[in-house]
């Protein structure tokens, strides 16, 4: 079993920047994939970023690109998004999932094994 546990969301205006983290606990050889994904009310779940566990392979959507970055902390087992320019659209919940991913579908949500309870970013314009 693997637990995740995300902190960091919050309230901003537009532009500004936040560090979501996620804390994973449990058995790692579970997962080779730690990503992010959000949620906003009326849409399907989208993947924002992914970092493989080892060899630190990153990925992005075309909506993070540029502006977010994803890294590990891997004495902490730890995954953070550092989260700049914030706009408006990227208003949701904010999941970290894990699971044993195949390199090219880290966006596909039945990939994941493991979710966390998310974490809340709202911005305002």
């Known amino acids: 079993q693997v637990q995740l546990v995300e902190s960091g969301g919050g309230s901003v205006q537009a532009g500004a920047s936040l560090r979501l983290s996620c804390a994973a606990s449990?058995?790692?050889?579970?997962?080779?994939?730690l990503s992010w994904f959000r949620q906003a009310p009326g849409k399907e779940r989208e993947g924002v970023a992914a970092i493989y566990t080892s060899g630190g392979a990153t990925y992005y959507a075309d909506s993070a690109k540029g502006r977010f970055t994803i890294s590990q902390d891997n004495a902490k087992n730890t995954v953070y998004l550092q989260m700049n320019s914030l706009k408006p659209e990227d208003t949701a919940m904010y999941y970290c999932a894990a699971g044993r991913v195949y390199g090219g579908f880290w966006t596909r949500v039945t990939q994941y094994n493991f979710w966390g309870q998310g974490t809340q970013v709202t911005v305002a314009s």
């Open positions: 449990g058995d790692s050889v579970s997962y080779s994939c």
